[in-house]
């Protein structure tokens, strides 16, 4: 299992521009998680989606939007790019995000908005 | 609203020296996690405590949560270079979501 996985690992990008992020699980896991983590701030969840076809705000939705069209992919749309969204981004899963859950993270998507 | 405040923000300690972070939320907690962030990786799960005035150890790492429920320690003994990394403390709210604490950067001096 290559457990969850984004693309791209790096991106730059110019004020105004858009991109998406992708995120990909093999672990049939229902829940899925944005975060952006930023020096001093420890990790702050964007939006999640507790299934197929769901999508709910975090704690800093503003300027992202985000699908979740297929079980195990989860996507974050920055439609135009400031440079306050230059951060590290971290897509997680966990299976039903009941309260003995984990989350599982991938690697990262270091994202720099000039 | 709901926060999750972690404290140092960095530590630096000799090897073999003891290290703690410590961790309290403004609200009772559900359970609470620890997670461990490598230099340039990913926050990779290493606990989860659920019960009041719960202490669980692995190996050189003892984590404890209060009797309240609103805050929670890490303690590795005798440090060693490969616990360099960030240490965070994540809480699950009555909500069903989890906050994170601001996370413990530890450098290990050899």
């Known amino acids: 299992n290559a457990g969850v996985t984004q693309t791209p690992k790096f991106r730059v990008l110019k004020t105004g521009q858009s991109m998406t992020l992708l995120c990909a699980q093999d672990m049939n896991h229902e829940y899925m998680y944005w975060y952006r983590q930023d020096p001093g701030m420890g990790l702050r969840l964007i939006h999640y989606s507790v299934g197929e076809g769901t999508t709910a705000k975090g704690e800093v939705p503003d300027g992202y939007n985000v699908s979740r069209l297929k079980k195990q992919n989860f996507l974050l749309g920055l439609e135009s790019a400031a440079p306050s969204q230059t951060s590290v981004y971290f897509c997680?899963?966990?299976?039903?995000?009941?309260?003995?859950?984990?989350?599982?993270f991938g690697p990262g998507t270091r994202l720099t908005v000039l | 609203g709901q926060q999750v405040m972690q404290i140092p923000q960095y530590q630096h300690v000799q090897e073999g020296e003891d290290f703690t972070t410590y961790c309290n939320s403004s609200?009772?907690?559900?359970?609470i996690q620890w997670y461990k962030q490598r230099p340039g990786g990913h926050p990779v799960f290493l606990i989860q405590?659920?019960?009041?005035?719960e202490v669980k150890k692995q190996k050189r790492l003892t984590f404890q949560f209060g009797e309240a429920k609103k805050n929670s320690s890490l303690h590795i003994t005798a440090t060693q270079t490969t616990d360099v990394g960030t240490y965070f403390c994540a809480g699950l709210v009555n909500t069903g979501k989890l906050i994170f604490g601001q996370g413990t950067t530890l450098q290990v001096k050899p």
């Open positions: 997680a899963s966990s299976y039903l995000g009941q309260i003995t859950d984990t989350q599982y």
């Open positions: 609200t009772t907690l559900s359970n």
């Open positions: 405590l659920v019960k009041s005035g």
